[in-house]
């Protein structure tokens, strides 16, 4: 059995709007399902609904050396958050981020659809975080990048293995853990916002919504 899917895309710019119709087979439009139910249960979650208030900052003063801040949201949220953001980060998953936006990528051929899913696959990964706000590097290792979060969450947060927390206390053990834990959810902070906005192209497909708008210079998506 298919499930039929069409939405209208309207780029800020163009005069004509494009109508893209695709048929999805019946695993395909479940994954796509439990992504936009788990997409509405995350949103219920208070730092995914209001925001996430996390900041680090760096100074240095010739008397005291080198001093780090960081300012936290009240963990127990954090808790909420992480249980939340479970079904799209855990590569596992049915509906998981990295295997629904890959569906998406290649089943919508429109260019401004595929160039959206791509900026929002840089937002979730961290990159788009490197590019635009910070990179934090020691030595070849950038701290805020996928890599080091997989093994943070592993190793304290959704397992408890033990070689990746050892890796990782050597790499971060001269940071105070305030600072270290203000990188990881920040990128957290950052696949919220890319899987809340993958999200929109998903209620797209699914019907919920009818019209998908682009700007052209920036093609993110707007919720209608």
């Avoid at 893209?20 to 995914?48: F, I, M, N, P, S």
């Avoid at 890599?147 to 190793?155: D, E, P, Q, Y």
């Avoid at 929109?200 to 009818?210: E, H, I, T, W, Y």
Wanted: glycine share 4%; net charge neutral.
């Amino acid at each position: 059995m298919t499930h039929p899917s069409r939405f209208t895309i309207v780029t800020a710019g163009k005069a004509e709007e494009d109508i893209l119709a695709v048929d999805w087979e019946d695993g395909q439009w479940e994954t796509l399902e439990a992504y936009l139910r788990y997409a509405d249960e995350l949103y219920a979650c208070k730092l995914a609904r209001e925001g996430v208030p996390v900041s680090l900052n760096v100074s240095y003063a010739q008397e005291t050396g080198t001093s780090f801040r960081a300012e936290l949201p009240d963990w127990d949220d954090v808790a909420v958050l992480l249980h939340r953001l479970r079904p799209f980060v855990l590569s596992e998953e049915h509906a998981s981020f990295e295997r629904t936006s890959s569906l998406l990528y290649r089943h919508l051929p429109h260019p401004m659809l595929r160039q959206s899913i791509k900026q929002h696959r840089a937002a979730y990964t961290g990159q788009a975080m490197q590019a635009r706000i910070i990179r934090i590097a020691i030595g070849d290792t950038v701290l805020n990048s996928e890599k080091v979060l997989k093994k943070w969450l592993n190793a304290y947060e959704y397992h408890h293995d033990q070689d990746k927390r050892k890796e990782l206390e050597s790499l971060l053990g001269w940071l105070p853990q305030d600072f270290s834990r203000a990188i990881f959810i920040m990128l957290l902070a950052e696949k919220v916002n890319a899987i809340l906005a993958l999200g929109n192209l998903v209620s797209a497909v699914l019907g919920r919504q009818k019209e998908l708008k682009f700007s052209v210079a920036t093609p993110r998506q707007e919720a209608k």
